[in-house]
């Protein structure tokens, strides 16, 4: 690929766009692509007409393709890019490690990430009344101890010594999308942090902070969690 591929993504703070940004260094395939990180706020460009028409969810990431064609949601991006770039097959290598990675993804991203991610909407209207319609104290409560409860079976998967959630040597994409669970769990208006409560959980994240992919992934120190944004 001789042009660079656009992606459009939101700052490290909001952990789909982050799922893919790590998952993008971990191939090590960064420098093929040209990223424009969208404003946030209620008049944020991810609202605009211009990004409407690549995707008229009107969230991030999307990617456009070189035929003029766009890509979006995160996973779907991940597959595209797992299978057209060389490199480690970070989805899986063979169909039982492709099975398992998507099994432990859809595990944590449903009862995980999506409960925190939903807490953050109805219960804290995390991006102002303008885009959050719904106020829902009673759904975001029942959402965050439903992300609890489930961040209990995780912990208790990985309590047997293992690294990753397959047990391998490098992490996969369903390791990906439980370490945005854990930054995303400790944006401080959350207040459902997955930290030394969850002793096994704790230790993933923290095996997380020693990989450089990773560090670049927060390198702009800007995704609100102080231990990312404040590290040495």
Do not use: C
């Amino acid at each position: 690929m001789t042009d660079k591929l656009k992606l459009f993504t939101s700052p490290p703070a909001f952990p789909n766009p982050q799922r893919l940004r790590i998952f993008m260094h971990e191939k090590g395939i960064t420098d093929h692509f040209a990223e424009t990180v969208y404003d946030m706020t209620p008049v944020g460009e991810q609202r605009g007409w211009k990004h409407l028409k690549m995707n008229a969810w009107g969230e991030t990431p999307t990617l456009a393709l070189a035929d003029g064609s766009f890509l979006s949601e995160t996973s779907a991006i991940a597959r595209y890019l797992d299978d057209t770039f060389e490199g480690r097959k970070i989805m899986g290598a063979t169909p039982h490690e492709r099975g398992l990675d998507q099994m432990w993804d859809n595990r944590v991203w449903v009862h995980i990430l999506y409960p925190i991610v939903t807490a953050f909407h109805v219960l804290h209207q995390g991006l102002g009344p303008k885009l959050e319609l719904t106020h829902n104290p009673a759904w975001g409560e029942h959402s965050r101890k439903v992300a609890l409860t489930h961040a209990g079976l995780v912990d208790r998967h990985l309590s047997d010594g293992r690294s990753w959630l397959l047990g391998g040597d490098e992490p996969t994409f369903s390791d990906i999308t439980l370490a945005t669970a854990i930054a995303f769990s400790k944006f401080p208006v959350n207040a459902t942090p997955l930290d030394e409560r969850f002793e096994h959980i704790d230790a993933f994240f923290k095996h997380w902070q020693t990989r450089p992919t990773f560090l670049a992934a927060y390198a702009d120190r800007n995704s609100g969690v102080a231990e990312l944004d404040n590290r040495a």
